[in-house]
């Protein structure tokens, strides 16, 4: 029967125990005593009991792509210096407390994005690698994204392949010859569809947790109550170190959940009930009434999906192509990002088109200190990870697509990989294609390409 709940993967490929109830399933983060256990069942010749899920093989990467719209201020942005011992530039101090865990990265061009105008050509490829065919819509032309590469390589390990996730809706209208469409997807299926993103923050809690027929009903009670027999006993079988971890666990369960029903209770907000007079598509039932509190549940709910292994690939995008979120959030920001992003060299812009830079890269930080606090089976999470943040775009203002603004973060030692030398500024030879680095990517992910849209060979070892 099917309860429209994600399903767990075949026990042959997973690494994660979970919990059932009615119209509930709750997979549960790495705990040793279900490992050892599920080990000892193996080695027995006994079949898995339950909740149970035995561990196989070695522990994956997981890859997360995190896309902020606009383009960045190079002056503020570009270190000075390479290597370990590289200065912080000004829009990149917040990563003090992360930098050994951080590659900057330059110099790196799409060069396939090149040739096309504005926002939109730059923004679809920025995966994928390919050119994209100008069109109002009817015969959209991109290519395969490395996000959809990876999912694939996991080979249904998960019970999600992969999440799609942003800020703002999708209206498919046609701008500058392109359909709008380009502007609002970066993960694409195949060279002609985009991937469907997620928005609301309540949608992607419920495809982790609640079957279709609770998803549709009232929202009486928490997951948690509906498999709380099943929890009972788990707990009554692991060791008191596990069950300290799973307490915490439940607590930012739950917590998460209050804080998805509050926004879905609450009001839109004055800055996006304004939208719709604008000629903007209104926000849907259940979106935060702030820029700040949605970037903050759409980030809580990508690591607590990485920490369950629920998906091991996720994109993101903090806003479309062009995107005109209201930033006057931030003290001494007046305006919308994309108006302030053509700051025409005015210092009283570019300072405000900087700040703007800057909070995005303090998300990127609070992201990862997440994933770097998270238990992966005696390693961080992070040290399993491959988080890329970065823009299609040079400069908002001149619409470049060479020298991109990129971090990567994360030492993507998973699948028996070496660990990556992070810290350091890599200043690649300019020109060097983007798609370079998404093939070490892939790799890393389990992939077998040996070469991926115009890349020229892998810019990071694999192996």
Not at 154 to 162: H, I, V
Not at 207 to 215: I, Q, T, V
Not at 337 to 342: N, R, T, Y
Request: charged share 20%; proline share 8%; net charge neutral.
């Amino acid at each position: 029967m099917n309860d429209g709940l994600p399903k767990p993967p075949p026990r042959s490929n997973s690494r994660r125990a979970f919990l059932r109830g009615a119209g509930a399933m709750v997979t549960l983060p790495w705990l040793e005593s279900l490992a050892h256990a599920a080990t000892r069942m193996r080695l027995l010749g006994a079949q898995d009991d339950g909740a149970i899920a035995a561990s196989q093989g070695l522990p994956p990467n997981r890859l997360v792509v995190l896309y902020m719209a606009n383009g960045a201020w190079p002056p503020a942005w570009n270190p000075v210096d390479d290597g370990p011992s590289f200065t912080l530039s000004p829009t990149l101090t917040p990563l003090a407390p992360v930098r050994d865990d951080v590659l900057v990265l330059t110099g790196l061009a799409n060069r396939n994005s090149v040739d096309g105008d504005g926002h939109y050509a730059k923004t679809a490829p920025f995966l994928t690698g390919k050119p994209i065919r100008r069109t109002g819509g009817r015969d959209l032309q991109n290519g395969i994204s490395i996000d959809q590469l990876a999912a694939q390589a996991q080979g249904g390990a998960t019970p999600l392949a992969s999440l799609e996730l942003g800020c703002e809706p999708v209206r498919p209208v046609e701008d500058m010859g392109y359909s709008t469409v380009y502007g609002g997807h970066i993960s694409w299926s195949d060279p002609a569809t985009p991937c469907t993103k997620e928005i609301v923050p309540a949608r992607v809690f419920d495809r982790l947790f609640r079957s279709a027929a609770w998803r549709r009903g009232a929202r009486e009670k928490s997951v948690l109550d509906a498999v709380r027999e099943d929890a009972r006993r788990l707990d009554a079988r692991v060791a008191t170190g596990d069950r300290a971890k799973l307490a915490e666990y439940f607590d930012a369960v739950r917590d998460l959940e209050r804080r998805i029903e509050r926004c879905s209770s609450a009001d839109v907000g004055a800055d996006r009930a304004a939208l719709p007079a604008a000629g903007i598509l209104a926000p849907p039932p259940g979106m935060p009434a702030d820029h700040p509190t949605h970037v903050a549940l759409m980030l809580d709910l990508i690591a607590l999906a990485l920490r369950t292994d629920a998906t091991r690939v996720v994109s993101f995008m903090f806003g479309n192509a062009v995107s005109g979120i209201d930033m006057s959030f931030l003290p001494g920001v007046h305006g919308g990002h994309h108006e302030l992003s053509h700051h025409e060299d005015r210092p009283e812009k570019t300072a405000q088109y900087q700040a703007i830079n800057r909070w995005h890269v303090e998300q990127f930080v609070a992201f990862i200190q997440r994933l770097a606090a998270i238990d992966d089976g005696g390693a961080r999470l992070l040290d399993r990870s491959l988080v890329l943040f970065g823009s299609a775009l040079k400069d908002g203002n001149r619409h470049e697509s060479h020298d991109l603004p990129l971090l990567l973060a994360g030492r993507g030692a998973g699948n028996g990989c070496v660990p990556l030398a992070t810290g350091a500024h890599l200043r690649a030879k300019e020109g060097t294609p983007l798609c370079n680095l998404h093939l070490s990517l892939l790799q890393r992910m389990g992939g077998a390409a040996r070469d991926f849209s115009d890349s020229t060979g892998p810019l990071l070892p694999s192996r």
